[in-house]
């Protein structure tokens, strides 16, 4: 027997059992009676049993089709706020691991400016509806690229675009600054194909971007209030980062000291001019981004030496031998110890 | 005879019996891992009480907001013996209490009216 109690018709089934292992030859037609009215009251249960759980199984398959048509609708209604948030903030607050509160942390991050030179005089010059298809273009070309390169897309300052690596996902400072630093150059070339295609198209002002990217401590998290947040950074170096951006020629892409520190091995660069900023107290080196390279193109780089009141010196090091490297080398050593001069302890 | 109290659990319902104002009220949702084990013993002190001679009327009200196949049959075993003791000469009624929009649980207390024509039935809606 299962775990349901079945004690009438239990009773039932030992008295007829007994009636049958009895002795008692002949069956009264008092006692088939009672047989067959036990038997239609149980058969009318039988039934009575069946249509009950097929009513419940009704209504549970119901509940849970208008909870299947609840989720769904739920979910549209989050995939339309996501387009709101960074991926990665909009992820890992479903994932449980981003908490949606007040709170900031210090982070070793790469920030990325970016905007278009001459926006304002070629938004005065353009139709609203012309401009307004045209920058959403661009910044669709420049989010594809970003989101593949795993960016934090900050936010949009009219035609400006702020962007940083390292948080919520890192892959370590150096991985992170090449990421962006490779980003910056993937963009300059999509944008490049793109206002091609837009001259062909009609438009007469071509959207040149300048792009400043920085590497520095920032505070990174949700600011503002309870009721209304941003998750966005802050520092002074996001400022720097900004300041390079204006100082870059537009096309290009213009690097701080401290990401070409950790890129050097990836990118052919050219130093600019050091820029200053109130609040960092040394002037920060700068450096225009010419092409990337694979890790061992750097050892086949030309190298150009620059003394002062003398003529520059060229060395073409791919055509270098392994000893006249190693010569030159040495030579390079000697000259730096009487370049400095003898070191006091 | 003493009174019954057992309170609401995530699957069981409340079970309460009150000898002095003869009230049985089984309340909640009813789907335990062993039903035998749930309602064994408090249904069979209820029949107990049902069965005896009472001189006013006797109350069960039922206020399910659903139950399984199982507790199906146990609530059709009390209406048994509800309409054994109303056809031995006590007055009972049988409350059937179901949420207004809750058309499925109407028809289940209509279902179990069927087995009811000694006992009072009325179905409540709130």
């Not at chain 1, 949700?222 to 096309?251: H, K, W």
């Not at chain 1, 000291?257 to 660069?269: A, K, M, Y």
């Not at chain 2, 009813?30 to 006013?56: G, W």
Request: glycine share 6%.
């Amino acid at each position: 027997m299962t775990d349901l109690q079945f004690p009438n018709e239990e009773s039932v089934l030992n008295y007829f059992q007994e009636l049958v292992t009895s002795d008692q030859q002949v069956i009264q037609k008092v006692e088939l009676e009672a047989l067959l009215a036990q038997y239609s009251k149980l058969a009318k249960n039988l039934s009575r049993m069946i249509r009950i759980s097929d009513k419940n199984e009704n209504r549970l398959q119901n509940i849970s089709s208008e909870l299947n048509a609840e989720k769904k609708k739920m979910e549209a209604v989050a995939d339309q706020l996501s387009r709101y948030l960074p991926s990665q903030v909009y992820k890992s607050i479903f994932a449980g691991d981003h908490a949606v509160e007040i709170k900031t942390k210090r982070k070793l991050l790469t920030v990325f400016f970016s905007d278009i030179k001459g926006f304002t005089e070629i938004s005065s010059n353009l139709q609203p509806e012309v401009l307004t298809y045209y920058i959403n273009k661009y910044f669709s070309a420049l989010s594809d690229v970003a989101i593949r390169h795993g960016a934090t897309i900050d936010k949009f300052i009219g035609d400006a675009m702020m962007i940083f690596f390292g948080d919520p996902e890192s892959k370590g400072d150096k991985e992170d600054a090449l990421a962006c630093v490779r980003m910056a150059v993937e963009m300059q070339a999509q944008l490049s194909k793109l206002n091609a295609e837009w001259a062909e198209e009609g438009l007469q002002y071509p959207l040149l971007t300048r792009i400043g990217i920085n590497t520095g401590w920032c505070n990174v998290g949700n600011f503002g209030s309870a009721d209304r947040m941003a998750y966005t950074i802050i520092g002074g170096e996001v400022n720097l980062a900004a300041r390079l951006e204006s100082q870059c020629q537009p096309t290009g892409v213009l690097i701080s000291g401290e990401t070409f520190g950790l890129v050097q091995d990836f990118v052919d660069v050219e130093e600019k001019e050091s820029v200053t900023l109130k609040g960092i107290n040394r002037p920060v080196r700068t450096y225009s981004v010419r092409r990337l390279l694979d890790g061992s193109e750097k050892e086949n780089l030309p190298i150009n030496l620059d003394i002062p009141g003398h003529k520059q010196v060229h060395v073409n090091t791919p055509e270098l031998s392994l000893p006249d490297r190693l010569a030159f080398i040495a030579n390079l050593r000697r000259a730096l110890l009487i370049l400095e001069g003898p070191q006091s302890d | 005879m003493e009174n019954i109290q057992i309170p609401a659990a995530q699957r069981t319902p409340s079970l309460n019996l009150d000898v002095v104002n003869r009230l049985f009220v089984l309340e909640g949702e009813s789907y335990p891992e062993d039903t035998r084990k749930f309602y064994e013993e408090p249904i069979s002190q209820v029949v107990a009480f049902i069965s005896q001679k009472h001189q006013d009327q006797v109350t069960c009200k039922f206020k399910l907001k659903y139950f399984n196949s199982s507790s199906a049959k146990v609530i059709m075993d009390l209406c048994t013996a509800i309409e054994s003791s109303a056809k031995g000469g006590n007055r009972i009624k049988v409350e059937w209490h179901y949420i207004a929009d809750d058309d499925n649980m109407k028809e289940l207390g209509e279902e179990f009216s069927e087995e009811l024509s000694s006992a009072e039935f009325e179905l409540i809606e709130y």
